[in-house]
């Protein structure tokens, strides 16, 4: 590099100056440029993310819908209370965070247990309660420490909350939160998944269930100004919402109650029809659970207990499960005889005890037997071999075409989801029901024991009470329903279920009094005599014993079968017997003898529900009946 | 006997004489305007920033008082207590935030590495004074040794913003200095083509895995983010996001002062400090940017003017070095705000809050007028 005098040295410099200048201002219109893209060429689209970064539409989830009883008992409510809720996607050590809080809020290891469990069944950016129902000291405690715990929140929420327990649960259900498949289903539907944003709960089983749709209301919106950690800072405008509709039953809580304590520890089912109406009075399914375990998602101990019970106390008897109905289906076939011509009422067939069929006997429960029997006769004493007869003579096709109008084997329709269907055996049944030819074909033996109510006959017991309820009403058959009224709670305004006719069974009203007469006189003279004796009113019924395993032509000793295969016992009953208020099923699994243990509860209702006369203490066996 | 509003005029004048009038009135111009948007962003923080210009002002004007030669003096011995202290940070310095930036003094907590901010120009300039009129290709040579090694101890803490003002300030200093437009041009070249290079494979190299030589993992992230800022839109992306929102829904005319959405709720982060011209863009739109970078061209400009009328080498280099100082920190401050620059912690030059870079640059400007008030006389 050659030497420079200074003033070459300067001039230089001054060239540099200016490249520099102009690097300067070449720079800084780049600048200018990218600024004049995003303010100006671009200003739309930034305004719009502004906006939605500063606005957001936070729906209102609306009160879900009390449900009552016909009298107006709270049997489901809503209360409002803190809970202290995690979202785990803002949240980096879950495990940590939850520790830590341990320090400030009593977190136990079920309530552990149970976050762990939402957090396997959550969706994305959903805020899971690691706590319910805070005290005002633990919300005030959080609220000072927190800074310390992004991701951490208190939520005003409302509770659902089941104030009589475990009365009636099976009928009520209960809610539970929104699983993965249940939001993945509302997703599916565009309404739906717009009125179920901000719902934590859906009802899963019973009532809530059915009624999803009117307990639950509409989603109000509200435009809130938000900051960067999603925090409210001020509203904008608010759609409120509608709150879900309460729902006024046919139930009566009390009658219930009434027919729970009558179970006691036994296991059964009963159902109370109003003839008139198809309206429900009671529906019972022993034992019963707490639905308010299920609410803000069951822990795991409790969970277990309720599902691994060998008396299955999640399961609703007495609409999921089917059983044969035993005795109660005499009237029944009884009422067939007489429509079909098959029987007069005082034609009458004698019986030995015995009634032999190709190379097999068939025994009546009397040994020597009832000696001459009519159609009156053969339902008060429960003559099994009337019917072994009968059957026989009516084949199984017209038994099933006859039996089928009562509603045996269909679905009732009731407003509760899944109702079992039930059997009810024919030709056609039996050829759909197994694969290989020789078990398709229907024998005639297998039609003796249809007639009294076994072999492949099972029904549930709403089935049976509703085939009861049928009869009580002459044929006239109403779809039964849980529900009287939809209340809107804005106006109090009643929008009334109608009953809803199903048909009318063409009956002659001649043979309709010859099996009502003969139910009342089971109850005069017959196997529920001990059951009714002294009551005020006259009442309609036959008892039913339902074979859990067959002995095979041995005599059953009931001391000397295990106790989950002994018969289940059997009543079915409608009072007054002259113009029916009420029909009724009940049924007490391994219970033996229907007139034992069935016909002394059904007597506990009819006295509540027609006299209102309550049950001195619990239920007494009567030592002695028999079918 | 003396009339007292003399000698308050004498006094008045005695004070002034120092300040260059123009310089003055952009600097106070620049500072309204910080302390406008200051009162928007982070009104609690104004008690604290009337502190640090008090401050400011008063380094500004002790060292316009100081001549020229005077500083040649100190040039030598502060850069090498600069490089010692980067030395006693990488030994025993404060780790915050992932990086060793800090050193406790015992009676002071300081960043060395903005000392070198000024050391670095002057020690430049007074090599380049002392070998005036017989400078060979070898003193570049040792200029750009005496450049590196501390910025090479400077990005090892890692600062990648203050390594590049301080890498930024030596360069002026080498350009003015003379050195050879055959250097300059491949250097230029060679940096565009790097820019290039990383923007068109961008997918390959913010792979996963991947280690970029010399830099931390931080810092490839922010070049990556930069790239492309929804790849992590709620990590280091938020802050390019955020801010090129802020800035493009101001518009032209802006959504008026106090009343930035992004700005007030939140989402602009370090909206006092490095980001704050995300807070003048959204509130002022593109008027107040323009008015903005018109203030920085009339700075720029004026110091390049004196820069010229310098009365020795020393003063000219440094007076050029120390005003393209402020174009690096205006140029990249907004190239991050804007989002066409990586976030790498550059603070806007008299508008953003913090007394460190507020204090230094006043001091810039102390030189400046020192240097302007000693300049060559043209008859």
Not at chain 1, 194 to 216: D, F, V, W
Request: aromatic share 8%; glycine share 10%.
């Amino acid at each position: 590099m050659e030497l420079k005098t200074p003033e070459q040295e300067l001039s230089g410099f001054r060239n540099r100056i200016a490249v520099a200048a102009i690097f300067v201002l070449v720079c800084f219109g780049l600048i200018v440029a990218r600024f004049v893209y995003l303010q100006v060429v671009r200003y739309d689209y930034f305004a719009t993310r502004a906006e939605d970064n500063r606005i957001s539409l936070l729906p209102v989830v609306p009160n879900r819908g009390l449900i009552l009883d016909r009298n107006g008992v709270v049997l489901a409510r809503n209360y409002s209370a803190y809970t202290l809720e995690i979202t785990p996607q803002k949240v980096g050590d879950l495990e940590g965070t939850i520790d830590e809080l341990a320090g400030i809020i009593d977190i136990q290891l079920k309530d552990r247990r149970r976050f762990r469990k939402l957090l396997d069944e959550s969706k994305n950016f959903e805020s899971l309660p690691i706590r319910t129902r805070l005290s005002d000291e633990e919300v005030a405690r959080f609220i000072a420490q927190r800074y310390r715990f992004p991701g951490v929140d208190i939520k005003a929420r409302l509770f659902r909350q089941y104030p009589q327990g475990e009365l009636a649960s099976h009928a009520l259900g209960y809610i539970s939160r929104i699983n993965r498949k249940e939001a993945e289903a509302i997703e599916q539907n565009e309404e739906m998944a717009e009125n179920y944003r901000g719902t934590e709960h859906i009802g899963k089983t019973g009532l809530e269930q059915h009624y999803e749709e009117e307990l639950h209301g509409v989603t109000g919106f509200e435009q809130v100004e938000v900051d960067a950690s999603g925090r409210a800072v001020r509203s904008l405008s608010r759609t409120p919402p509608v709150p879900g509709n309460n729902l006024i039953l046919t139930l009566d809580a009390e009658l219930q109650r009434i027919v729970e304590q009558a179970f006691g520890e036994r296991r059964g089912a009963l159902v109370a029809i109003e003839p008139g109406t198809g309206g429900i009075l009671a529906l019972v399914s022993k034992p019963t659970y707490d639905p308010n375990l299920f609410v803000d998602g069951i822990d795991t101990q409790n969970w277990n207990a309720l599902n691994n019970s060998p008396d299955k106390p999640l399961l609703h008897r007495a609409i999921y499960s089917a059983y044969p109905p035993g005795s109660t289906f005499k009237p029944f076939m009884a009422l067939a005889a007489l429509r079909t011509g098959k029987r007069t009422p005082t034609q009458a067939i004698h019986d030995s005890g015995l009634f032999p069929f190709g190379n097999h006997v068939f025994r009546d429960d009397k040994v020597g037997g009832h000696g001459m029997v009519d159609m009156v006769k053969s339902i008060v004493v429960s003559c099994d071999t009337y019917y072994y007869i009968l059957a026989n003579e009516m084949g199984i096709d017209m038994i099933s075409e006859q039996i089928g109008e009562f509603g045996f084997g269909s679905l009732t329709g009731i407003d509760i989801q899944g109702e079992a269907r039930g059997v009810l055996p024919s030709q056609a049944w039996k050829k759909a029901r197994f694969k290989k030819p020789e078990q398709q074909k229907w024998y005639a033996g297998e039609t003796i024991s249809i007639g009294i109510g076994q072999g492949y006959n099972n029904y549930t017991t709403l089935q049976i009470a509703h085939a009861t309820a049928t009869l009580a009403a002459n044929g006239v058959m109403f779809k039964p329903h849980l529900v009287k009224y939809v209340e809107d709670v804005r106006n109090g305004k009643r929008r009334m279920i109608e009953p809803t006719p199903v048909k009318t069974i063409d009956l002659k009203p001649e043979d309709v009094e010859v099996i009502k007469r003969a139910m009342v006189e089971v109850n005069k003279w017959g196997t529920g005599t001990r059951a009714f004796a002294g009551a005020e009113y006259v009442t309609a019924g036959k008892t039913g014993t339902s074979q859990v395993y067959s002995l095979k032509g041995a005599k059953y000793v009931e001391s000397e079968v295990a106790k989950h295969l002994r018969d289940h016992a059997l009543y079915v009953a409608f009072a007054p017997a002259e113009a029916p208020k009420i029909a009724l099923a009940v049924l007490v699994e391994n219970g033996g003898f229907g007139a034992q243990a069935a016909a002394p509860i059904a007597r506990q209702v009819l006295d509540y529900y027609l006299t209102g006369k309550r049950p001195a203490g619990a239920a007494q066996p009567d030592p002695d009946g028999s079918d | 006997m003396t009339d007292p509003f003399v000698l308050v005029r004498r006094g008045w004048q005695r004070f002034t004489a120092p300040i260059d009038g123009i310089l003055m009135a952009i600097l106070a111009a620049l500072l309204i305007g910080a302390y406008v948007a200051m009162m928007s962003a982070s009104p609690e923080r104004l008690p604290a920033h009337n502190i640090n210009l008090a401050i400011g002002l008063a380094v500004m004007w002790v060292v316009a008082n100081v001549p020229p030669q005077r500083m040649q003096m100190f040039a030598l011995p502060l850069y090498i207590i600069g490089v010692l202290l980067l030395v006693a940070v990488e030994l025993f310095g404060e780790i915050s935030k992932g990086a060793q930036r800090w050193l406790d003094l015992g009676f002071i907590r300081m960043q060395p590495s903005e000392i070198m901010k000024i050391a670095m120009p002057l020690m430049l300039a007074w090599y380049f004074q002392k070998r005036e009129g017989a400078l060979k290709f070898r003193d570049f040579l040792v200029a750009t040794a005496l450049l590196a090694a501390p910025v090479g101890l400077i990005a090892a803490q890692p600062d990648l913003g203050t390594s590049l003002l301080v890498t930024a300030a030596g360069i002026f200093v080498i350009y003015f200095g003379g050195l050879s437009w055959k250097l300059i041009a491949p250097v230029m070249l060679l940096g565009v083509a790097l820019i290039a290079g990383i923007v068109a494979y961008e997918k390959q190299i913010c792979a996963d895995g991947v280690e970029w030589p010399g830099l931390r993992e931080y810092q490839k992230h922010r070049v990556c983010m930069l790239l492309d800022p929804s790849s992590d839109p709620r990590g280091k992306g938020f802050h390019t996001i955020q801010s090129t929102i802020a800035v493009g829904s101001g518009g032209i005319i802006g959504k008026g002062w106090q009343q930035g959405t992004q700005t007030h709720l939140d989402f602009l982060p370090e909206r006092h400090t490095d980001f704050i011209l995300a807070v003048l863009s959204e509130e002022f739109g593109l008027l107040g940017v323009i008015v903005l970078l018109v203030l920085y061209c009339l700075l720029i400009g004026r110091g390049l003017m004196i820069a010229l009328t310098a009365s020795s080498l020393f003063s000219r280099l440094l007076a050029g070095a120390l005003t393209m100082n402020f174009f690096t920190y205006a140029f990249v401050n907004m190239g991050m705000v804007s989002g066409v620059l990586p976030v790498v912690g550059v603070p806007l030059p008299l508008v953003s809050y913090g007394g460190t870079a507020l204090v230094t640059l006043c001091l810039g400007m102390g030189i400046l007028m020192s240097v302007q008030r000693h300049r060559k006389r043209v008859s």
